[in-house]
Nanobody, 126 residues
Framework: VQLQASGGGLVQAGASRRLSCIAS????????LAWFRQAPGKDREFAAA????????YYSDSVNGRFTISTNNAKNTVHLQMNGLKPEDTAVYYC????????????????????WGQGTLVTVSS
């Protein structure tokens, strides 16, 4: 399984940005795809997750209501639409995947994700 993230860049506070992650290597029908982020000097943290091909989603409190995760099944792609960006959203964003779905608490655990993309940097200026 390979995950390739893209879409990062420099944006102003309040702007929107869409990240994309192309998944390849197998069928993802039973997979959960997620976005994590890691700000400078901080631990990697969960942002959003989706059960592939469904509308089952989960968001962290810090992005809920501003970010939307979705999949394009025809293109094996997961998107993260980020609206109302804040300087504290500045981070490297990583897509991740594992085979299955879990409780809200379990989805936050980095260790359950078997596959990771290379990360894409989002910088939000004030």
């Amino acid at each position: 399984v390979q995950l390739q993230a893209s879409g990062g860049g420099l944006v102003q506070a309040g702007a929107s940005r869409r990240l994309s992650c192309i998944a390849s290597g197998r069928a993802f029908n039973s997979y959960t795809l997620a976005w994590f982020r890691q700000a400078p000097g901080k631990d990697r943290e969960f942002a959003a997750a989706i059960r592939y091909g469904t509308s089952r989603t989960y968001y962290s409190d810090s992005v809920n209501g501003r970010f939307t995760i979705s999949t394009n099944n025809a293109k094996n792609t997961v998107h993260l639409q980020m609206n109302g960006l804040k300087p504290e959203d500045t981070a490297v964003y990583y897509c991740a995947a594992f085979d299955g779905f879990g409780s809200a608490g379990r989805l936050l655990e980095l260790g359950i994700y078997h596959y990771w993309g290379q990360g894409t940097l989002v910088t939000v200026s004030s």
